[in-house]
C-alpha cells in the first residue's frame, strides 16, 4: 500500500479535529499544515509530528490531496487554487454560500477532472450509512415520513453570526442536503418557518434561531426538518425515516439528550454530547478514510460539489418560504441567478 503526504489549510476548531484523525489513518504517512495564524500550525504540527509550512503554494508542492478547513468565504478561492494544482481536496462545507458562485464554480471543478469532496459529514456518519443502504434497498418500504432534529447545544459566537448566511445555509444546510440524498427523490415544495427565541442577536442579524421546514418530495413523501441554536440538555442530531416496512432512526443512542417520562425510559446522562465534534466522531474518522481512498482512486467520491446545489437552492427556498410566509417551489429559485428550468429540475434533484 503506498503511502500519501497530506495537507490540512486552516488549522481551527475543525481543521486540526480533520488533522488529529488523518495522522490516525495508516494510509497516510505525512501530514502537512498551513495556517494564515502561523502559531496554530506550529502548535498543532509539534503535537501531531506534522510539518508547519508559511504559505499556500508550498503547502500545495507534492501533496497527494488537501483537506480545506478554512473560513467559509475562502473556499471558492482555495478550491480554484487546488484544482488548478491537480490536488484531489476535501473541502468543509459549505462549499461557497452564494448560488451563482458555485454554479461556476461547479463549472470550473468538473472541467478540471479532479475530485473535491464536500464534508457534509452525515453522508460519511456509518449510521447514515446503513439507513441509505436500507432505504435504497426497499427494506424499509415506502418511506411516509422523514423527521430530522438539529440541535446545538449552545449558540455560536455571536460575532459569527452576520457572515454565517442564515440558519437555513449554515446549520439545517446538512439535513437540507442529507435528507433528499437519503430519499433519492426531487423536492417539490418547501415551506419554513421561523422565530428568534434564544437572544435577540439573531433578529439584529436578520436571522432567526429556531426553526421548522416541510419538504414536499415528488413521490409525496414529507420531511419535517427542525434546528434550533440552544438545547442546554445538549447536542442532538437524528434522523427518522417511517416507512410502510420499517420505523429507522440515526442518532437516538444512550448519549442523546432525551429524558423520557415514561416508566424505564431512557434517562438524560451527564455525558451526553456536548456537541458536533462528539456526535459525529465517527462520520468524521470515516470521512478522512473515504477522503484518502477517494484520492487511492479505490473509492467513488460520494459527496460531490454538483450536490451541493440542491441543498444550497433549498436553503434559498427556505429562507424566502420563511420571510413571505408561504409555500416555495425549489425550481422556482435558479431562475434568479440566470439558469432556466430544467437546469432548475435537474438542481432540484
Ligand atoms: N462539517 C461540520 O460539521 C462543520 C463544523 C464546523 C465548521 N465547519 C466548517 O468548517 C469551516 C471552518 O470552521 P471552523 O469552525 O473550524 O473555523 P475556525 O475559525 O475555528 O478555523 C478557521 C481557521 O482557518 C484559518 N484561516 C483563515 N483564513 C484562511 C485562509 N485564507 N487560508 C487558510 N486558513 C485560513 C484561521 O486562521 C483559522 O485557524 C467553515 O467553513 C465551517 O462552515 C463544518
Redesign the pocket.
Known sequence: MSLMRIGV???????AMHARNLTALETVDELVL????PE?AVALARELGAAAVAD?DTLLAGVDGVVL????D??PE?VRRTVAAGVPTLC???IASDLAELIVLIADVEASGVPVLV???RRFDPAVIELKRRLDAGESGTPYLVRAIGQDAAPPDLGYLPASGGIFRDLLIHDLDAVPWLLGEPVVEVFAGGSVLVDRAFADADDVDNAVVVLRFAGGAHAVLTGGRHNPAGYDHRIEVLGSAQSLVVGLDPRTPLTSLEPGGPQARPDAYPG?PER?ARAYRNEMRVFVEVVAGRQANPSPVRDSLGSLVLAEACERSRRAGRPVDPASVPADVGIGPAAAVEVAR
Do not use: C
Not at 9 to 15: D, M, T, Y
Not at 34 to 37: M, N
Open positions: 489549510a486552516g488549522v481551527g476548531r475543525i481543521g498551513f495556517d494564515p495564524q496554530r499556500p478547513a478554512t473560513p467559509t475562502t473556499h482555495w468543509e462545507k459549505p464534508g457534509f459529514q458536533f459525529f
